[in-house]
C-alpha cells in the first residue's frame, strides 16, 4: 500500500498481515482522487472513514492536507496499526474503535466525504443501511459526499440519493448526494 499524493507522495506503507482487511487499490484510489481533487480542497474538508481497515483512504485524504478525519473500524489490530501510523507520520487521524452502524446511530459529527469500504460479501441491504443512516441522521455536509466501495456484482444505483458509479476493475465507488 502506497500514498500516492500529497506531504508522503509515493510513500510506502505494509500491514500487520494478521489484519482482517483488503485494501482499496492504488489505481482506484488515485482515481477516486482525481474525482475529489476536481470537487474539494483537501485542506478545508472533513472526513469520516467508515470500515477503514489498514487506514489507507485516512492517509490518503491526510497526505493532501485535510486536517479533520474520523476513522472507524470494529477490530482492535486495525484502530491500533492507524494509530501508529498517524502518530509516526504526525497525520490528524482521529480513530473510533466501533462497530460501523452503532457509530453512524449515535454519532452527531457532520463530514464534507465520508467513505465505506465495507466487506465486499455484504448484502445490498447491509450497503444500503449505511447510505440510510448517513442520509437520515443528515452526517453529510450540503455540498457532501457519501461513497460507498463495493464489488461490480453489487447494486445500488436504487437509493433516492444515488448520483452515480465509477468501476475500476472488479471495484466500484458508488456516490451518494443531498
Keep these: 500500500m502506497r500514498i500516492i499524493s500529497g506531504k508522503y507522495k509515493s510513500r510506502r506503507l505494509k500491514a500487520p498481515k494478521n489484519l482482517p482487511v483488503r485494501p482499496t487499490t492504488d489505481m482506484a484510489k488515485e482515481s477516486l482522487f482525481n474525482i475529489l481533487n476536481n470537487t474539494y480542497y483537501f485542506d478545508s474538508i472533513s472526513v469520516i472513514d467508515l470500515f477503514a481497515g489498514t487506514g489507507n483512504i485516512s492517509y490518503e485524504f491526510a497526505s493532501r492536507g485535510t ?10 489490530g486495525c484502530i ?12 490528524p487521524i482521529n ?3 466501533s462497530d460501523v452502524y452503532k457509530f453512524l446511530e449515535k454519532t452527531s459529527i457532520n463530514a464534507d466525504v465520508i467513505f465505506a469500504d465495507p466487506p465486499y460479501d455484504f448484502e445490498e441491504e447491509q450497503f444500503l443501511k ?7 441522521k443528515k452526517l453529510l455536509t450540503e455540498e457532501g459526499v457519501l461513497i460507498v466501495e463495493h464489488s461490480k456484482h453489487t447494486d445500488l444505483s436504487s437509493h433516492k440519493n444515488h448520483s452515480y458509479d465509477k468501476r475500476y476493475g472488479g471495484n466500484v465507488f458508488s456516490f451518494f448526494e443531498y
Design 67 to 76: 486536517k479533520t478525519i474520523y476513522a472507524i473500524d470494529a477490530h482492535f
Design 80 to 91: 491500533k496499526y492507524i494509530n501508529s501510523i498517524a502518530k509516526e507520520l504526525e497525520l
Design 130 to 136: 449505511i447510505v440510510d443512516l448517513v442520509f437520515n
Design 95 to 97: 480513530t473510533y474503535k
